[in-house]
T-cell receptor, first 116, second 111 residues
Framework: EAGVAQSPRYKIIEKRQSVAFWCNPISGHATLYWYQQILGQGPKLLIQFQNNGVVDDSQLPKDRFSAERLKGVDSTLKIQPAKLEDSAVYLC??????????????FGPGTRLLVL | GQSLEQPSEVTAVEGAIVQINCTYQTSGFYGLSWYQQHDGGAPTFLSYNALDGLEETGRFSSFLSRSDSYGYLLLQELQMKDSASYFCAVRDNSNTGKLIFGQGTTLQVKP
C-alpha cells in the first residue's frame, strides 16, 4: 500500500514570495490533515478536510495561508506571502474516516520550507 | 485550553528500559496516542490508550491514568534505532479526530 506522498521535499524562498505544497493521501482515506512542525516542537494542525469539506481550520492563518482539496483526493497548501516565521516542516497526514475514537493518522515525509 | 507536558530529552543505554511521561490538560478527552519521529522523518503511530491501564505492543508499552491526566510510554530492551523523538498526543473532540501534540521527547540511546 502506497503511503502519503508529498512534494516538494525541500523549498527555499525569500520572504514575501509565495509557495505551494502538494499532498496525495493514502487511497481511500477520507480525511486529510495539514500540520506545521516548527523545529523542536510537535506538529500543529493547520487544517483538516473530510472528503472535500473543511472540518477544522481554526489554527490556519487565513490572511496568508490557503488550502484546498478538490475532488476529495489530493490537496494543496499555499502560503502567500511567506514570512520568516513560516520556516518549518509542513506535514500532510491522512486517516480512513477522521471521526473514529481510535484512528491512526498516517503521515507523509513532509516539505521542509526555509524562508530567507 | 489544551496542553501537554513531556520531558524534552531522555538518555539511556542500549538494552535498558526507559519511561517517557506525559501529562495533559484538555477540555475533552478521547484517548492518548504516542508517535515516533526519527530525525528528518515522518511521525509514525506507536500506540493508543482510551481506557486506564497498560497496552503492550512488542518492546513498547503505553499506560494511561485518566484520573491523573497522565500517561507514559515504556520502551524496553532499547536499541540504537530507538533514538528518535517521541510525541504524546490527545484527541479532544470525538467528532473531528483532531490531535493535539506535545512538544516531544528526544530519546538518545547510547551504546
Amino acid at each position: 500500500e502506497a503511503g502519503v506522498a508529498q512534494s516538494p521535499r525541500y523549498k527555499i524562498i525569500e520572504k514575501r514570495q509565495s509557495v505551494a505544497f502538494w499532498c496525495n493521501p493514502i487511497s481511500g482515506h477520507a480525511t486529510l490533515y495539514w500540520y506545521q512542525q516548527i523545529l523542536g516542537q510537535g506538529p500543529k494542525l493547520l487544517i483538516q478536510f473530510q472528503n472535500n469539506g473543511v472540518v477544522d481550520d481554526s489554527q490556519l492563518p487565513k490572511d496568508r495561508f490557503s488550502a484546498e482539496r478538490l475532488k476529495g483526493v489530493d490537496s494543496t497548501l499555499k502560503i502567500q506571502p511567506a514570512k520568516l516565521e513560516d520556516s518549518a516542516v509542513y506535514l500532510c497526514a491522512s486517516s480512513l474516516e477522521g471521526s473514529g475514537i481510535q484512528e491512526t493518522q498516517y503521515f507523509g515525509p513532509g516539505t521542509r520550507l526555509l524562508v530567507l | 485550553g489544551q496542553s501537554l507536558e513531556q520531558p524534552s530529552e531522555v538518555t539511556a543505554v542500549e538494552g535498558a528500559i526507559v519511561q517517557i511521561n506525559c501529562t495533559y490538560q484538555t477540555s475533552g478527552f478521547y484517548g492518548l496516542s504516542w508517535y515516533q519521529q526519527h530525525d528528518g522523518g515522518a511521525p509514525t503511530f506507536l500506540s493508543y490508550n482510551a481506557l486506564d491501564g497498560l497496552e503492550e505492543t512488542g518492546r513498547f508499552s503505553s499506560f494511561l491514568s485518566r484520573s491523573d491526566s497522565y500517561g507514559y510510554l515504556l520502551l524496553q530492551e532499547l536499541q540504537m534505532k530507538d533514538s528518535a523523538s517521541y510525541f504524546c498526543a490527545v484527541r479532544d473532540n470525538s467528532n473531528t479526530g483532531k490531535l493535539i501534540f506535545g512538544q516531544g521527547t528526544t530519546l538518545q540511546v547510547k551504546p
